[in-house]
């Protein structure tokens, strides 16, 4: 069973970066994609960004373009997004998840198999 923990969230200025981790446990990801998604409070959960096992793909969705950058350490079991120029819009709790589903990049939420606990991003304006 796949076990994900996510670091890294806390309080930053608008304008300001972070960078979440995501860390997996009890097995391997480097054959899954890997996805980032986030829910404010009120709304519901919305992917952020996905990497292709390979990390030779990648999704984002159209909010974040340019400003978010997800990447993957497959042999630390490791996935990241750097989150720079943040605004208020971006607060929320962000979550890392593993899909073992095979073919086009996963996007939805009821595609992927394993979820971490999440953590705060709050972005002070």
């Known amino acids: 069973q796949v076990q994900l923990v996510e670091s890294g969230g806390g309080v930053v200025q608008a304008g300001g970066s972070l960078r979440l981790s995501c860390a997996a446990s009890?097995?391997?990801?480097?054959?899954?994609?890997m996805g980032w998604f986030r829910q404010a409070p009120g709304k519901e959960r919305q992917i952020v960004a996905a990497?292709?096992?390979?990390?030779?793909?990648?999704y984002y969705t159209d909010s974040v373009k340019g400003r978010f950058t997800i990447s993957r350490d497959s042999a630390k079991n490791m996935v990241y997004l750097q989150m720079n120029s943040l605004h208020a819009g971006d607060t929320a709790v962000y979550y890392c998840?593993?899909?073992?589903?095979?073919?086009?990049?996963?996007?939805?939420?009821?595609?992927?198999?394993?979820w971490g606990q999440g953590t705060q991003v709050t972005v002070a304006s």
């Open positions: 990497i292709s096992w390979s990390g030779g793909s990648t």
């Open positions: 998840a593993a899909s073992i589903q095979a073919g086009p990049l996963q996007r939805n939420s009821n595609e992927y198999d394993y």
């Open positions: 009890g097995g391997t990801v480097a054959s899954y994609s």
